[in-house]
């Protein structure tokens, strides 16, 4: 944000461009009528680059998308013509912990070798939520691990 803030700034002198943030429950888009960082003078660049104030031309889109990628979300929509946005999908979260829990289940039921990274993936929620989850099923004596970590499977318990 900082970043949008501080390009807005320099390439519309800040005067009338407002850079806008709007949350959607699949998804965050951020306009910046500022544009990139290529429409700043090359000398102007320079010196933002010798005062600490900017790393690289171009690095910031490479990270977010290496950064989305390494936390397993969707990679986000660029649009770098004209006035710059991004749109970031985010997963819808699960209400109830019953629906996190039936689909544990399921996807068990179809591989039982399934991972607990694997499971976090599919649905969505961070491994150690689905550690969490995995611990109430076998204390409800829903579900149990049979053998080590490496190698063992899931099994349902039928009641």
Do not use: Y
């Amino acid at each position: 944000m900082l970043n949008i803030e501080e390009i807005k700034n320099i390439v519309s002198s800040g005067e009338g461009a407002r850079i806008t943030v709007e949350l959607f429950p699949d998804r965050v888009e951020i306009v910046n009528p500022g544009g990139l960082v290529s429409a700043i003078p090359p000398e102007e660049f320079g010196l933002f680059e010798r005062m600490n104030m900017v790393e690289q031309v171009g690095s910031g889109i490479g990270r977010i998308q290496d950064d989305m990628k390494s936390a397993g979300l969707p990679e986000p929509v660029f649009n770098t013509k004209g006035i710059f946005s991004v749109i970031f999908h985010r997963r819808v979260q699960e209400t109830t912990r019953e629906k996190t829990r039936e689909k544990i289940v399921r996807l068990v039921q179809r591989n039982n070798t399934i991972t607990t990274k694997e499971l976090a993936g599919i649905i969505g929620v961070s491994e150690k939520g689905i550690e969490f989850h995995i611990s109430r099923l076998k204390s409800e004596n829903i579900l149990k691990r049979v053998g080590p970590d490496k190698g063992g499977h899931w099994e349902i318990i039928d009641k």
